[in-house]
């Protein structure tokens, strides 16, 4: 079975400032595991995605995270906050099980919250 | 727009009444995946098709929603006796599956479930 824990519900930082959003994830299987982000009243958008080819991934809008499999965590990181980044981030798991349920497993989200 | 379409965008309706929503995937995408999003939490995962085929179910939440993709292209979700627990977001999504290595799904802008 497959879940994510985002660490926390809100996050606050000063524009300009590194932005830290925590994730730990379980997996019975070889997981890929994706960030997306949720601006109010707009659709979900795959920030970045892990596949195994890399650890630390890179992905739109200068957001990057990084794959540790002996934390089981995928951090998402930015080194400079921007207005724009002010939104819900959800830390997302899917596992190639061979069979039953393949839906992605959805994180709590992590509403980051940027202060001018 | 290649993207993922959904329809109506917003739906109100009054309790004990059926609704059926409509999902356009991706036209190359033979995996569609059908989510609810209830306000504060992530999406959860409710049911997925490859190509018209049914493959996980067992996640609908109660026998009174049902899904189809009678030809493998759209689908429909439908709530029937609907009840105000029912009030949501339904995101679709599709995807390739796992042929793209990681089963990134492409999300819909959702349909707003509002049960009066």
């Known amino acids: 079975a497959q879940s994510v824990t985002q660490l926390d519900s809100h996050v606050s930082v000063s524009e300009g400032t590194p932005v830290l959003l925590r994730c730990n994830y379980s997996?019975?299987?070889?997981?890929?595991l994706f960030w997306y982000v949720q601006h109010p009243n707009k659709g979900l958008q795959l920030l970045l995605k892990y596949t195994s080819a890399a650890t630390l991934v890179k992905g739109i809008n200068g957001f990057e995270a990084e794959f540790k499999k002996s934390e089981t965590s995928f951090h998402l990181t930015k080194p400079s906050a921007h207005m724009s980044d002010a939104a819900e981030y959800f830390c997302?798991?899917?596992?190639?099980?061979?069979?039953?349920?393949?839906?992605?497993?959805f994180g709590k989200g992590t509403h980051l919250i940027i202060q001018p | 727009d290649t993207g993922v379409s959904q329809d109506p965008r917003h739906k109100i309706t009054k309790r004990g009444q059926n609704v059926t929503f409509r999902c356009d995937p991706i036209?190359?995408?033979?995996?569609l995946y059908w989510y609810r999003q209830t306000l504060g939490q992530g999406p959860e995962f409710l049911t997925y098709?490859?190509?018209?085929?049914?493959?996980?179910k067992s996640r609908l939440l109660s026998d009174r929603f049902s899904a189809e993709r009678p030809k493998g292209s759209f689908s429909t979700l439908e709530i029937q006796r609907t009840e105000q627990g029912d009030s949501a977001m339904y995101l679709c999504?599709?995807?390739?599956?796992?042929?793209?290595?990681?089963?990134?799904?492409?999300f819909g802008p959702g349909t707003r479930l509002t049960v009066l």
């Open positions: 997302v798991v899917s596992e190639l099980s061979g069979g039953g349920a393949d839906g992605l497993t």
């Open positions: 036209s190359e995408h033979n995996r």
């Open positions: 997996s019975s299987y070889s997981p890929s």
């Open positions: 999504a599709s995807s390739l599956g796992w042929t793209s290595g990681t089963n990134e799904q492409f």
């Open positions: 098709f490859q190509n018209e085929a049914q493959l996980e």
